[in-house]
C-alpha cells in the first residue's frame, strides 16, 4: 500500500515553455503533499509544502510564481514549472503524507527529470 | 531549528563485509529519524525510522540503526552488504507527526565492489 505515482517520469523541452508535474497518491489520501528539487549528487531541497484545498507554503528562496503548485483533492497535487529555463533542469520529487496517521513518514513518488534545452 | 549531517559523502566497501553509515542530528524538540535510499533515477525508498521506544531499530534489506539521544546520533549499519546495497542512502529528521517536513542530510554514495 502507499504508492505514490508521480508523471511523467521524465521530459525535455524548450526553453520558455511551461511544464506541468503530477504526483497522485493512488490508494490513500494525501492530505499534504510536499515538492522537493534534487540537483545531481546533492540531497533534496523542500520546495514547498502543499495541503488540499489551500495554498502552497513555499521554502525561502523558491519563486512561487515560478513554481505553481495546485493541490485541489487529496490524491492529486501538481507542480508547474512557468517559463522553464535550463537553470530549471532537475530531478523533482514529490512525496505524499495523511495526517490520519501521524506517525506515517511521507512516501515519495519515482520523481521527474526535467530536462531544458 | 532542526539539521542533519551525514559524516561521509562516500563509502566504498567489498561486498560480504560490514558497513556504517554515520548520521548526526540536532534539533532542539523530540524527533523522527528516518533513513531512505535512493536508487538512480528513483525516488526514496524507507528503509526504517524511529518514533520511540527501542532505541534499535531494524529495517529493510538487513538494515538497522540504532538512535542515540545523547550523542544525537542515528547510524546505519548491515553486518554483510552485497553489490545489490549501492545506493545513495539519506538520513532524514522531522518534527512529531509524520506529515511534518523532512529534513534530509546531504546523503552517503554507498558503493559495494566485489
Known amino acids: 500500500g502507499a504508492v505514490v505515482s508521480q508523471h511523467p517520469s521524465w521530459v525535455i523541452c524548450k526553453s520558455g515553455t511551461s511544464v506541468k508535474i503530477e504526483c497522485r497518491s493512488l490508494?490513500?489520501?494525501?492530505?499534504?503533499m510536499f515538492w522537493y528539487r534534487q540537483f545531481p549528487k546533492q540531497s533534496l531541497m523542500l520546495m514547498a509544502t502543499?495541503?488540499?484545498?489551500?495554498?502552497?507554503?513555499?521554502e525561502q528562496g523558491v519563486e512561487k510564481d515560478k513554481f505553481l503548485i495546485n493541490h485541489a483533492s487529496l490524491t492529486l497535487s501538481t507542480l508547474t514549472v512557468t517559463s522553464a529555463h535550463p537553470e530549471d533542469s532537475s530531478f523533482y520529487i514529490c512525496?505524499?503524507?495523511?495526517?490520519?496517521?501521524?506517525?506515517?513518514?511521507?512516501?515519495f513518488g519515482d520523481g521527474t527529470r526535467l530536462s531544458i534545452l | 531549528a532542526q539539521s542533519v549531517t551525514q559524516l561521509d559523502s562516500q563509502v566504498p566497501v567489498f561486498e560480504e563485509a560490514p558497513v556504517e553509515l554515520r548520521c548526526n542530528y540536532s534539533?532542539?524538540?523530540?524527533?523522527?529519524l528516518f533513513w531512505y535510499v535512493q536508487y538512480p533515477n528513483q525516488g526514496l525508498q524507507l528503509l526504517l525510522k524511529?518514533?520511540?521506544?527501542?532505541?534499535l531499530v531494524k529495517g529493510i534489506n538487513g538494515f538497522e540503526a540504532e538512535f542515540n539521544k545523547s550523542q544525537t546520533s542515528f547510524h546505519l549499519r548491515k553486518p554483510s552488504v552485497h553489490i545489490s546495497d549501492t545506493a545513495e542512502y539519506f538520513c532524514?529528521?522531522?518534527?512529531?507527526?509524520?506529515?511534518?517536513?523532512?529534513?534530509f542530510g546531504a546523503g552517503t554514495r554507498l558503493a559495494v565492489h566485489p
Open positions: 490508494d490513500f489520501q494525501a492530505t499534504t
Open positions: 502543499s495541503n488540499e484545498g489551500s495554498k502552497a507554503t513555499y
Open positions: 524511529y518514533l520511540s521506544g527501542s532505541t
Open positions: 532524514a529528521v522531522s518534527g512529531p507527526g509524520g506529515y511534518n517536513k523532512l529534513i
Open positions: 512525496s505524499a503524507a495523511t495526517t490520519g496517521d501521524s506517525n506515517q513518514p511521507q512516501h
Open positions: 534539533s532542539s524538540v523530540s524527533v523522527y
